[in-house]
T-cell receptor, first 108, second 112 residues
Framework: SQQGEEDPQALSIQEGENATMNCSYKTSINNLQWYRQNSGRGLVHLILIRSNEREKHSGRLRVTLDTSKKSSSLLITASRAADTASYFC????????FGAGTRLTVKP | NAGVTQTPKFQVLKTGQSMTLQCAQDMNHEYMSWYRQDPGMGLRLIHYSVGAGITDQGEVPNGYNVSRSTTEDFPLRLLSAAPSQTSVYFCASAGQKNQPQHFGDGTRLSIL
């Protein structure tokens, strides 16, 4: 079974809008990571947030982590058509587990 | 810098055939892993390795074997292919466990 679960499963927005994706997990973590996958390609690492951090920024990305609720969110601000992709959260030690992902469509 | 290289990119097999999916990385990473990705299921971990000579099972190991004789290579073997193994297979590597993983572009495998 997946240990990270993203929601929503799919999200469609207009260019310039913000996109928020959520991730829940079941076990204790050292860190939580977000990845992006363009159609037909491998996953690309976006950002890592440690268990003792609550918020992290990278360019137009903002990630929050609430360990008490075992949840994380990824915010993409001022979205662009090129942000269209699937986004996954992942965590784990030796055996990192991924959720089913959120498919984001940004319409120009 | 090639990163993680997977071969072949596409393969069609008949039920019962065996084959090896190749994965190589040139980043001197200790951690390597194999995932399969099926529609609506995300990525599921098949096997992983924390260093040469060390492998362990992931979430869905049945029907697959791995070995790690060198730091660079982590091949995945299908012993007797079944239609349920039709999937896209991704190899990934990281410096250590818990660190960000670098992914190959995948092998698209169809089993008839």
């Amino acid at each position: 079974s997946q240990q990270g679960e993203e929601d929503p499963q799919a999200l469609s927005i207009q260019e310039g809008e913000n996109a928020t994706m959520n991730c829940s997990y079941k076990t204790s973590i050292n860190n939580l990571q977000w990845y992006r996958q363009n159609s037909g390609r491998g996953l690309v690492h976006l950002i890592l947030i440690r268990s003792n951090e609550r918020e992290k920024h990278s360019g137009r990305l903002r990630v929050t982590l609430d360990t008490s609720k075992k949840s994380s969110s990824l915010l993409i601000t001022a979205s662009r058509a090129a942000d269209t992709a699937s986004y996954f959260c992942a965590h784990g030690g030796n055996d990192m587990r991924f959720g089913a992902g959120t498919r984001l469509t940004v319409k120009p | 810098n090639a990163g993680v290289t997977q071969t072949p990119k596409f393969q069609v097999l008949k039920t019962g055939q065996s084959m090896t999916l190749q994965c190589a990385q040139d980043m001197n990473h200790e951690y390597m892993s194999w995932y399969r990705q099926d529609p609506g299921m995300g990525l599921r971990l098949i096997h992983y390795s924390v260093g040469a000579g060390i492998t362990d099972q992931g979430e869905v190991p049945n029907g697959y074997n791995v070995s790690r004789s060198t730091t660079e290579d982590f091949p995945l073997r299908l012993l007797s292919a079944a239609p349920s193994q039709t999937s896209v297979y991704f190899c990934a590597s990281a410096g250590q466990k818990n660190q960000p993983q670098h992914f190959g572009d995948g092998t698209r495998l169809s089993i008839l």
